[in-house]
């Protein structure tokens, strides 16, 4: 099996262009490649596929095996490969509303329905930046899903192992629970991460966000990511905690995340409403796995 290893401000994954190949059993693959000491290495697996209403279609699973419905920094890495392997045909201007201009898009069918990406090109041809629409936020509780007899679940107090904290939750086509706090090194995170992705007010998991406001236009977080555990960076989360940033009076709609393996910008648009989150993509290397 061919593959190529590509990273989103270090959010890691495995892509395997499912144009020109097959993949009988993803889910164990996902698991058995992503072993950083025995496999490849990631935080999990992206395959592309042919896309009957789309350029392409991404389907994502994380280094546990599990399928996500969505992945910020991994779609931004599949429009790479897409446009640098001429799969399929970008030509169409893409905008920010009230912001740059792209000269080229690609429309990626995602678990989360059909994602309209903007492509920044170098003058050698690769793919330097991107900008993907990542659509509404959806903020109603029963449809994160959270179970909690609330319209939205806003600062909301959560204990967990003894400690107090205050939750907003945000779904970006997968959950994410938001937690903002002033020091982010105290922070247990493997002991808190898990916890939190597994309490049964999430039935469908979730992804864990701990963030410290720096100043109304950019702040710094650390993630627990469902299905994978800590990670350099997450596309959806920073977005959710844009999201949350500004319903909680914390933040600007224009914002800059800080992870730890980047920054990525983001504008939650008052123009249609849409998250807009912009960011490098990176090929790390290709190779051929034994199966």
């Known amino acids: 099996m061919e593959f190529t290893k590509m990273h989103g401000i270090g959010n890691d994954y495995v892509y395997v262009n499912c144009f020109e190949q097959g993949i009988d059993d993803p889910a164990t693959l996902a698991v058995r490649i992503s072993d950083r000491h025995r496999g490849i290495g990631s935080d999990g697996l992206i395959l592309i596929y042919p896309s009957k209403i789309a350029d392409a279609r991404m389907r994502m699973f994380n280094a546990d095996g599990s399928e996500a419905q ?74 994160i899903p959270v179970a909690l007899d609330a319209e939205q679940v806003v600062g909301v107090p959560l ?34 991460g ?48 844009a999201v949350a940033g500004f319903l909680t009076g914390r933040c600007e709609r224009v914002t800059t995340a800080h992870l730890p393996g980047g920054d990525l910008e983001l504008n939650w648009s008052s123009a249609d409403n849409c998250v807009y989150m912009t960011g490098p993509a990176t090929e790390v290397f290709s190779g051929t796995w034994p199966d």
């Open 70 to 143: 969505m992945c910020g920094n991994g779609i931004r890495c599949l429009a790479k490969y897409v446009y640098e392997h001429d799969l399929a045909h970008a030509n169409t201007e893409f905008s920010i509303p009230g912001m740059a201009t792209m000269p080229y898009s690609l429309r990626i069918e995602t678990g989360r329905g059909i994602l309209t990406v903007g492509l920044d090109v170098g003058p050698d041809g690769t793919v330097v930046r991107v900008c993907v629409n990542m659509g509404q936020p959806i903020m109603e509780a029963r449809k």
């Open 194 to 241: 898990p916890l939190i992705e597994h309490h049964p007010l999430f039935p469908q998991r979730t992804n864990v966000h701990f963030v410290k406001a720096d100043g109304p236009r950019e702040f710094t977080m650390r993630t627990w990511e469902r299905g994978s555990g800590i990670t350099l960076a997450c596309g959806t989360g920073a977005c959710a905690c």
């Open 159 to 192: 204990n967990i192992a003894g400690q107090d904290l205050c939750m907003t939750c945000v779904s970006m086509g997968n959950p994410h629970a938001v937690f903002f706090c002033e020091d982010l090194d105290a922070i247990d995170l493997p002991a808190v």
